[in-house]
């Protein structure tokens, strides 16, 4: 099924996919309407009958024109992606190792050993709390067309090397706290089995709520699970993403429309 | 002049239970001893005592937990995986023989024997099977987890100031050659029957009596105010093996276990009984407590004897909203919580082209 009519949601994890969308061999140039917002911002999103309603969010339509309207309507649509929107594999894994470890990981005495199955499910229920799954969850509760989730990207290596010193004050609490929490499971020995387990527990939540759960593209990946620095939106954003990136993502989203 | 004439109306079988109302008795129970709201309590003991922990937290009161849930499992998978079931994650504990030995386990007085079972390449901790649902992935891990497991039953008993403990059944299986008593037989959840290995036991009053003094003897050693609210399940058996119709089985092993309550609350001023197994399984509900497995029992039956619990200490059961800790945790918040500037530069570099 060849989307005439895709609508992608998110937050700022969306602007790589925006970025690359206009590729001319994409299936989705000239098609796609942005619905997106800071998270928070999307807290607040609902159903009002068919459409998909937020006071705050953003609305940019075919071809990329920003309209005034902050909702979508879900009929007029014939596929719906969201992306990032809270749903990271180092994020919740991160949440979960300050209480517990897999047996074999490094530990002390606050942390608990946890069985892979537990894990997988405690992050199912992390995940379903997310607000990419709580939106896509409300889309489908009004229409049976396809749904895909796209956790946003690992952070990017290089945050295991940054000079917190070099940057900006505005980022950098935001940093020293997501270096304590992520870099610890940044790594081969970790990083790794974490997200085998991350994946599997998404496909498990995807086949409960019937949304499809398009994974990291490999090639961006580390064997740590973090970004490699080369797709990084800019030596100083070690979060977000940029066009090359964005572009492995659409490809992978066309691999799962066509098969 | 008879001896029962000045009797109270509870001495009386029409007025103390034909006459009462399915809402609960009057003047059942009586407490021994005062439980404040702060006061730290440990639960433990067969499935029916996961009722009481769950209501005694609800309404305030401190139930320790020693082994919380990781974030993110739903309150119904916490529960499959042992987790908020009791004060540590040990699973139904049915006999107090098994109590008994999970304390000096845990204290360094006993070593269990054939205690790892496996099952199609998976391990489980035979003294807990059904806390890890879908085993673990080497026997190495099992002694992990029991090794924390232990740890944390030391946490709490160190720390623990009453111990409510539900007696649930008399009968067991036994791997004979360590004395080693197991929550389920071999076979059922993991491992294999071996009936050169593994006996049948029904506990008599006296191992009864005895094992519980042996438990409240070395919890006092560690905490000598250490006080204790025992109960009997009103769960019958599922099965019995003891060659007796299941109906006299249950009946039996219940009568046992009363009287053991009733003669260590009789001789103990720190231990206390509270009758919510006459409440629920006795002539008064005429069955109505139960579920239609007539096994199992209902919510009103739970409620209706948490009441003249919770009513006996000084709390109604309406007016203490407390947490309930089967309710997932809230999520901490974490680096990636709050949207901030950069998250902001970034829609706007490709969205305000």
């Given amino acids: 099924m060849m989307p005439t009519a895709p609508c992608f949601i998110g937050n700022s994890h969306v602007a790589c996919i925006k970025d690359a969308v206009d590729h001319p061999q994409s299936l989705f140039k ?5 619905f997106y917002s800071r998270s928070k911002s999307l807290e607040d999103t609902e159903l009002n009958g068919r459409r998909l309603i937020s006071a705050s969010a953003q609305v940019i339509s075919p071809p990329h024109i920003q309209i005034a309207q902050t909702e979508v309507d879900i009929d007029s649509h014939d596929l719906f992606a969201f992306f990032g929107l809270r749903l990271s594999m180092v994020s919740l894994c991160s949440r979960l190792y300050e209480r517990c470890r897999l047996p074999g990981h490094p530990t002390d005495p606050q942390h608990s050993p946890i069985s892979r199955s537990a894990m997988h499910a405690a992050l199912e229920g992390l995940a379903a709390d997310t607000l990419a799954i709580r939106l896509a969850k409300l889309v489908r509760q009004c229409t049976d067309k396809p749904i895909f989730v796209v956790p946003q990207p690992g952070p990017s290596e290089t945050l295991r090397r940054v000079d917190l010193e070099s940057l900006g004050p505005a980022v950098r609490e935001r940093f020293e706290r997501a270096k304590k929490s992520w870099v610890p499971i940044m790594n081969e020995e970790i990083g790794g089995v974490l997200y085998d387990i991350f ?7 995807g086949a409960k709520e019937r949304l499809v759960f398009v994974d990291q593209p490999r090639e961006t990946m580390t064997a740590g699970c973090c970004t490699k620095p080369e797709y990084q939106a800019h030596p100083k954003d070690l979060l977000h993403a940029n066009r090359l990136y964005g572009l492995k993502v659409l490809q992978e989203l066309e691999g799962c429309l066509r098969r | 002049m008879s001896p029962y004439e000045r009797l109270p109306p509870r001495a009386f079988w029409r007025s103390g239970v ?22 730290k309590i440990a639960a433990a003991g067969s499935c029916f005592a996961q009722h009481i922990s769950r ?6 009161y401190s139930v320790m937990d020693v082994e919380p849930p990781p974030p993110g ?3 119904e998978m916490a529960r499959r995986f042992g987790y908020t079931l009791y004060s540590a994650r040990y699973g139904n504990i049915y006999v107090v023989r098994h109590l008994l030995q999970l304390l000096q386990e845990a204290y360094g007085h006993f070593e269990p024997g054939d205690w790892i079972w496996e099952r199609q390449g998976r391990y489980f901790d035979a003294l807990r099977p059904a806390v890890e649902p879908n085993g673990l992935d080497s026997p190495e891990e099992v002694k992990l987890h029991r090794k924390q497991h232990l740890a944390r039953v030391r946490r709490l008993f160190d720390t623990a100031e009453v111990f409510v403990f539900t007696f649930g059944l008399t009968e067991t299986w036994i791997h004979a050659p360590s004395g080693t008593v197991y929550p389920t037989a071999p076979g059922t959840v993991a491992g294999a029957f071996d009936s050169n290995l593994h006996l049948f036991k029904n506990f008599i009053f006296d191992e009864i009596y005895s094992d519980f003094m042996r438990v409240r003897q070395l919890l006092q050693s560690l905490r000598p105010d250490m006080r204790f609210i025992l109960t009997v399940s009103p769960v019958p058996l599922t099965a019995t093996a003891s060659d007796q119709h299941v109906l006299s089985a249950t009946l039996y092993s219940k009568s046992v276990l009363r009287a ?9 001023a720190d231990i206390d009984y509270f009758p919510s197994y006459e409440l629920i399984a006795s002539h008064f509900s005429r069955g109505r407590f139960f579920e239609a497995n007539l096994r199992s029992v209902n919510e009103a039956g739970i409620q209706t ?17 407390g947490k309930d800790q089967n309710a997932s945790d809230p999520l901490v918040m974490d680096a990636d919580e ?7 530069q970034r829609l706007l570099e490709s969205f305000a082209r």
């Fill in chain 1, 30 to 34: 000239d098609k796609v309407t942005f």
């Fill in chain 1, 199 to 205: 994946v599997d527990a998404l496909k498990s939540l």
């Fill in chain 2, 18 to 39: 034909a006459e009462q109302s399915l809402t609960g008795i009057a003047d059942l129970y009586r407490k021994k001893f005062a439980i404040t709201p702060a006061a």
């Fill in chain 2, 55 to 60: 209501h005694l937290r609800l309404h305030g």
């Fill in chain 2, 73 to 75: 499992l739903t309150s």
């Fill in chain 2, 260 to 268: 053991v309550a009733g003669q260590l609350e009789k001789e103990y």
């Fill in chain 2, 305 to 321: 004897a948490m009441d003249i619990f919770l009513r006996e200490h000084g709390v109604e059961s309406a007016a203490l909203p």
């Fill in chain 2, 338 to 344: 709050e949207d901030d500037v950069v998250c902001e």
